[in-house]
């Protein structure tokens, strides 16, 4: 998926390109890498930087949120349920400098009681293969039992690892936060350690330059307009399980996921039955899936309330990130068992 809002076409745009390539030096190697080439529009600094990064922790850290705000775009979905984050979501943070390639995760967690839980710990743990940088995120006020896990899983790899300290602005006496630097330093050898606030923007600037510092020199992994590897599909159903974990809090715990079963982009055309023009649109069906019946009800709501208010916030956020008109219809089914049932957890995309 790329930049929403970036620039349209202009005469030195892949269309215009292909034309002149077809009717002039098609043969020439030179015009035939810069037709390929994915950072064309944009000027990359001597000594580039571009490299893999992880965003590992424990649940509820602020991960997502991290990744969210260091890139400017919400991608990976946020609440205040620890393991909100199911899937490994790739963001891309370009500039003239660098591109780091973010890895959230979810968070890494002793207790693996159904079959999901052990595929989410196994995809987070799987994201410290082949990445160029760690960022190790903790809470800036509580040190537990799965910050030591996390810590045990990055210590059997060799990787570069970033401390970040998180909600930093939350400390009451900021005197505190040096004595908690130096306990971490004494428990592991980090190349940084930066406190920061994901939230509210602070030292972001400062852990940009860190994570820029450690990166290897290289060309652009993905077009440096692009945000994420993710598709319009995947994205559509990790903002409606949002949209239900924050609406139904603790009601309807992890027995719950989406499934787009239609994605249907409509151009902007003439109404054959009245002949008025109508914008384009993107059509998506989704289904709802819940382990249980009482579940149902939760989700949708008394009068189907809920279940409304879910669809009108989802397509509000999915208009924002996609810069198009939605039409959502959402359907709500139960499905016994499937966050313990490993066919089940293929078919559903885990």
Same mark, same amino acid.
Request: net charge negative.
């Given at each position: 998926?790329?930049?929403?809002?970036?620039?349209?076409?202009?005469?030195?745009?892949?269309?215009?390109?292909?034309?002149?390539?077809?009717?002039?030096?098609?043969?020439?190697?030179?015009?035939?890498?810069?037709?390929?080439?994915?950072?064309? %529009?944009?000027?990359?600094?001597?000594?580039?930087?571009?490299?893999?990064?992880?965003?590992?922790? @424990?649940?509820?850290?602020?991960?997502?949120?991290?990744?969210? %705000?260091?890139?400017?775009?919400?991608?990976?979905?946020?609440?205040?349920?620890?393991?909100?984050?199911?899937?490994?979501?790739?963001?891309?943070?370009?500039?003239?400098?660098?591109?780091?390639?973010?890895?959230?995760?979810?968070?890494?967690?002793?207790?693996?009681?159904?079959?999901?839980?052990?595929?989410?710990?196994?995809?987070?743990?799987?994201?410290?293969?082949?990445?160029?940088?760690?960022?190790?995120?903790?809470?800036?006020?509580?040190?537990?039992?799965?910050?030591?896990?996390?810590?045990?899983?990055?210590?059997?790899?060799?990787?570069?690892?970033?401390?970040?300290?998180?909600?930093?602005?939350?400390?009451?006496?900021?005197?505190?936060?040096?004595?908690?630097?130096?306990?971490?330093?004494?428990?592991?050898?980090?190349?940084?350690?930066?406190?920061?606030?994901?939230?509210?923007?602070?030292?972001?600037?400062?852990?940009?330059?860190?994570?820029?510092? %450690?990166?290897?020199?290289?060309?652009?992994?993905?077009?440096?307009?692009?945000?994420?590897?993710?598709?319009? @599909?995947?994205?559509?159903?990790?903002?409606?399980?949002?949209?239900?974990?924050?609406?139904?809090?603790?009601?309807?715990?992890?027995?719950?996921?989406?499934?787009?079963?239609?994605?249907?982009?409509?151009?902007? %055309?003439?109404?054959?039955?009245?002949?008025?023009?109508?914008?384009?649109?993107?059509?998506?069906?989704?289904?709802?899936?819940?382990?249980?019946?009482?579940?149902?009800?939760?989700?949708?709501?008394?009068?189907?309330?809920?279940?409304?208010?879910?669809?009108?916030?989802?397509?509000?956020?999915?208009?924002?990130?996609?810069?198009?008109?939605?039409?959502?219809?959402?359907?709500?089914?139960?499905?016994?068992?499937?966050?313990?049932?490993?066919?089940?957890?293929?078919?559903?995309?885990?």
């Amino acid at each position: 998926m790329k930049r929403v809002g970036s620039e349209g076409a202009d005469p030195e745009s892949t269309d215009s390109e292909s034309t002149d390539l077809e009717s002039s030096d098609l043969e020439s190697d030179t015009a035939i890498e810069d037709f390929f080439a994915p950072t064309k %529009h944009t000027h990359l600094n001597d000594g580039f930087k571009a490299g893999y990064v992880a965003i590992v922790g @424990r649940p509820n850290v602020g991960k997502s949120t991290l990744m969210n %705000h260091m890139l400017g775009q919400k991608l990976s979905i946020t609440s205040r349920k620890p393991q909100t984050t199911r899937h490994r979501i790739h963001g891309i943070l370009s500039n003239d400098e660098m591109q780091a390639v973010f890895v959230d995760t979810p968070g890494i967690h002793r207790n693996e009681v159904r079959a999901i839980n052990e595929r989410m710990n196994k995809a987070a743990v799987s994201a410290l293969v082949d990445v160029d940088l760690v960022l190790f995120v903790v809470d800036s006020d509580q040190w537990r039992d799965d910050d030591l896990l996390v810590l045990q899983k990055i210590g059997s790899t060799d990787l570069n690892v970033v401390l970040v300290i998180n909600k930093a602005d939350t400390l009451k006496d900021k005197g505190t936060l040096l004595p908690l630097i130096e306990t971490f330093s004494d428990s592991f050898d980090f190349a940084d350690i930066v406190p920061v606030s994901a939230l509210k923007n602070q030292n972001l600037d400062r852990l940009q330059e860190v994570i820029a510092s %450690h990166l290897p020199v290289a060309t652009p992994i993905y077009d440096t307009e692009q945000i994420t590897d993710r598709s319009e @599909r995947f994205l559509a159903s990790e903002i409606i399980r949002e949209k239900i974990m924050r609406s139904a809090g603790d009601e309807v715990p992890y027995d719950l996921t989406v499934q787009i079963d239609e994605f249907k982009d409509e151009a902007a %055309h003439n109404d054959p039955k009245t002949g008025r023009p109508r914008k384009a649109c993107t059509f998506i069906d989704a289904t709802i899936y819940v382990e249980r019946s009482g579940q149902k009800a939760i989700v949708i709501g008394d009068k189907g309330q809920r279940i409304k208010q879910v669809g009108m916030d989802a397509r509000k956020d999915m208009e924002l990130l996609f810069g198009k008109k939605i039409m959502l219809t959402l359907w709500v089914k139960i499905k016994r068992g499937w966050s313990d049932d490993e066919r089940a957890l293929t078919s559903l995309g885990y």
